[in-house]
Structure formats: structure tokens, C-alpha cells
């Protein structure tokens, strides 16, 4: 039996930062990973994906710029931005990962591993593990697949292989219009596919403000992309590989050829196979934890963080329970932030024009029984904005409670919006009052002097 303080079940980003911070402070760790060190981001999910999207972002601002228009004289080159994006995730190998954990002294197992009891790990290779003061469980989730007629047989895509695919496929119909389908469907579009996005709500990305919603499937459908909302997928007809691909049928009678079927309708999370039921846990589904992520209901030795446990199934947020987690574990007085367990936290939708947004939308802040008004303005109706290009769209709206004059929610739509995001994050979490804010001057000529623009609509 190999011994350790600590045993972290899932290598990828929640479970690395966690790992790292304890061995940092002289904890003897183990990982456990059947597959890749890295995780679902590093191969399969954020980094390809934001691989295949950057070169017609990047195209589409120059197409914006005088001068630069003229010296655009052909098309993406699809396979190599394929080939780029191969770069990226390694070709699938982790090799590069593994230093960064020699260097700390982490044990890493190439195993499936399962709980045995109280602080006890069994692996499929044999070994048996023991952890003197806590494990994890950072096994993140999985692509759900809907028992819908007929798709399993299809042979259909997840995030996985969407975002991995040697080819351009001529047809796809991505089921689900969340960041997944939106993402996708934006990057196998500019790359050369024909892409049906079927969301079943009324707007694609359903968890965001309505306008973003909106601008989003305008350029959407501009490039090409056909859009059905108020859909869901009834039934599957064929098998990939089949002359003429497969028929994707809707629940209203209409039909659709494809390559490929692409499932992008949530996660479930990769706990049923842990042996959660050898210490009294139900296994499958999430894992209920408290604020410092200790499971409830383990007495205090078990942790659980990222998609596990349901609060946001984002990468940076899953690094940030690991954060947590880390300094609890070494008995620190730690506990997560509201936005950590509540308040929607910081997200961005990789989309063109990009979708930045943190905290409540309006409608959700209402729901809340917040007393709140919402401020807006376009996000290019600057002088920094002009830089990046003629009619640019975009939008920007600030959620602010009117009890307390703070923010509560932001969204940015519009052009590499992204890194706009933190500055808003910071005013939300720190709850930062709005005549403060007023004196925190942006520089010019740059977009952020948007919040100004903000602050002086509101009244300031």
C-alpha cells in the first residue's frame, strides 16, 4: 500500500491547481488519471475549441479595417487551422504535462481509481492507496447523451469529437444551442461545413441576456448558420458511414441530412464509478459539499471540486474550489465567495461577436426580488472602439442594484470583449459602490471608457 497525505482522483484542471497548491506547501500528493493530465480543457474542450474559432474572428476584424480589407486576397485555410489546433492540444499526448508534476514531487497513477472506504483508493492497475488527511474527487463530467430514437446508433458526436475532427465534415446538426453548439457551429461554419443549430428554448444561449442572444444568432446567421429555436431533435434515421450520412428528424416533422449528429446538451458528472457507496454515498450524480468543498456526509476527510459538484461547470471556477479546497486541507479558514455558490460567475461565450458576462442577468436579478435597473450602452460607441473596425455590433449592460448602488451583473457583447471581464468581475465580487467606481478613470483612447459612458447613463 503506497501512503500519501493526499489523493486527488482526476488530473485535470481542478485536480492539478489542487495538487500543485498542496505539494507547494510540503504535502505528499498523489494524482490519480486513467487518461489524459490536462483534462477536458487542455484536449478536448476550451483550448481546441477556442483554436478553430480565433482565425475567423481575426479575419472577420481585419474585414473591418480600412487598409487591412484590401489585403485580405483569400480564404481560412482549414486545414491549417487544423493543424494548429493539433499543435495546441499536443496531438492528444500529455507528455509536456508531466514535468510540471515531477518538479513538485506529485505521484502521478495511470489508472482508473475507485474509493475503498474511509481515505482508501483501489486502482484498476492493482495498487492500493492511502491518504492520511483527505481525498479528492476532481473527476469532472462527461458529455450527456439524450435517449432520443435512434441517435445512439448514429454514432454522434460530443465535445470530444467535435472539437478534435481530422476533417471538415459537410453537414452537421448540433443539438443544443449553449456555448458548445453556439461555439461550434460559429467555428465548423467559417471552416466549411453547413451547420444546423436546434436549440429548444427560444433563443439560443437561454441562460443569457436576451440581446446577446440576439446579436449572437444575427451573426450567426449571417455566416451561414441555419438557426432552428423551438426545436428539439424527436429522431435519428441512418447510420454515419451509410450512403447520404444520417437524417436528423425535428418535433416538427422537418428533416435534415448530415454528416454527423453533435450532441451539446449538458454534462453528467463522472461519479458513478468511484466508490462513493463504500463510505455511505449514493453513487452518480453531484456531490454536495459545503462551503470549503468537504462532501456532506463523509466526515470531514472527503473533497469534491469542479463539475462534481455542480456550481459552475467552468474551468476557471473548478481552479478556484481547488484553490479552496488546497487551503482548507492545510487548515486554513477559508470558505468560497457567494459568486462561487450562487451568483452566476464570470463566462464568456468565444462566439463572434464574443459574449462576456458575469453575475446576474437582469431577468434572473429580478427573479431574486432584487431591486435593480439596467444600464446599456454599445459597446464600440467609443473612441477606442473605432479601432476595431466599422460597424462592429455590440452591447454592453450593467445590472445595478438600486438599494445598495452596486453592480450586480454584467454582459458585454461585441469584439474580443473578453478580457473586459475581469475589471467587471472585481466590481461585482467586491460589491464596489458606484460613486467609487465613478473614480476609477479608464485610459484613453481605449474601450474601456465604456464604463464611464456607463456611470454617466446611470446618472453619475
Known amino acids: 500500500m503506497d501512503s500519501f497525505d493526499v489523493i486527488v482522483l482526476g488530473a485535470g484542471p481542478a485536480g492539478e491547481v489542487i495538487a500543485g497548491r498542496l505539494a507547494e ?204 429555436t423551438g426545436r428539439k431533435l424527436a429522431e435519428v434515421r441512418g447510420r454515419t458511414g451509410e450512403a447520404g450520412g444520417v437524417t436528423a428528424v425535428l418535433d416538427d416533422g422537418s428533416e435534415v441530412q448530415c454528416d454527423r449528429i453533435v450532441a451539446a446538451l449538458g454534462r453528467t458528472p463522472n461519479t458513478d464509478a468511484i466508490g462513493l457507496e463504500t463510505v455511505g454515498l449514493e453513487a452518480g450524480g453531484l456531490l454536495e459539499v459545503d462551503d470549503q468543498c468537504r462532501v456532506r456526509g463523509a466526515d470531514g476527510w472527503l473533497y469534491a471540486i469542479g463539475d462534481v459538484i455542480g456550481h459552475a461547470l467552468l474551468t476557471h471556477m473548478g481552479k478556484y474550489q481547488g484553490r479552496i479546497a488546497a487551503d482548507a486541507i492545510l487548515g486554513k479558514d477559508v470558505h468560497l465567495h457567494p459568486i462561487a455558490d450562487g451568483t452566476p460567475p464570470p463566462r464568456v461565450v468565444f462566439s463572434d461577436p464574443q459574449v462576456a458576462a458575469v453575475g446576474y442577468t437582469l431577468r434572473d436579478a429580478q427573479a431574486k426580488g432584487l431591486n435593480v435597473r439596467a444600464v446599456d450602452v454599445a459597446t464600440s460607441g467609443n473612441a477606442g472602439g473605432s479601432f476595431f473596425g466599422n460597424d462592429a455590433p455590440g452591447q454592453t449592460q450593467f445590472v445595478i442594484d438600486e438599494d445598495r448602488r452596486v453592480i450586480v451583473g454584467a454582459t458585454f457583447v461585441g469584439a474580443e470583449v473578453a478580457e473586459f471581464l475581469h475589471a467587471a468581475t472585481i466590481a461585482v465580487v467586491a460589491e464596489v459602490p458606484l460613486e467609487r467606481l465613478w473614480h476609477a478613470v479608464p485610459s484613453f483612447p481605449t474601450r474601456s471608457e465604456l464604463w464611464l459612458k456607463l456611470l454617466e447613463k446611470y446618472g453619475l
Not at 90 to 102: A, C, K, T, V, Y
Not at 169 to 193: C, D, K, N, Q, Y
Request: glycine share 10%; aromatic share 4%.
Open 25 to 228: 506547501a510540503g504535502e505528499r500528493v498523489a494524482i490519480v488519471e486513467s487518461q489524459l493530465v490536462g483534462g477536458e480543457c487542455s484536449f478536448w474542450a476550451c483550448m481546441p475549441s477556442k483554436a478553430l474559432l480565433r482565425p475567423a474572428e481575426l479575419l472577420a476584424e481585419a474585414r473591418r479595417i480600412p487598409g487591412a480589407t484590401q489585403a485580405i486576397t483569400g480564404t481560412i485555410d482549414a486545414q491549417a487551422v487544423l493543424d494548429r489546433r493539433d499543435e495546441i492540444i499536443h496531438d492528444l499526448d500529455d507528455s509536456g504535462m508531466l514535468p510540471w508534476l515531477e518538479e513538485k514531487s506529485i505521484a502521478l497513477y495511470r489508472s482508473r481509481g475507485a474509493l475503498d472506504g474511509e481515505r482508501r483508493l483501489v486502482l484498476e492497475s492493482g495498487e492500493t492507496l492511502e491518504a492520511a488527511k483527505a481525498v479528492v474527487v476532481a473527476t469532472g463530467s462527461r458529455a450527456s447523451l439524450p435517449p432520443i430514437p435512434g441517435l445512439a446508433e448514429s454514432d454522434p458526436w460530443t465535445n470530444r469529437e467535435v472539437t478534435t475532427a481530422k476533417e471538415v465534415p459537410r453537414g452537421l446538426v448540433m443539438i443544443g444551442g449553449g456555448v458548445v453548439g453556439t461555439e461550434m457551429a460559429h467555428a465548423w461554419t467559417t471552416l466549411g461545413s453547413h451547420v444546423t443549430l436546434v436549440e429548444g428554448e427560444r433563443h439560443i444561449l437561454p441562460q443569457e441576456e436576451v440581446f446577446a442572444c440576439e446579436i449572437v444568432t444575427d451573426a450567426l446567421t449571417e455566416i451561414g448558420v441555419d438557426i432552428r
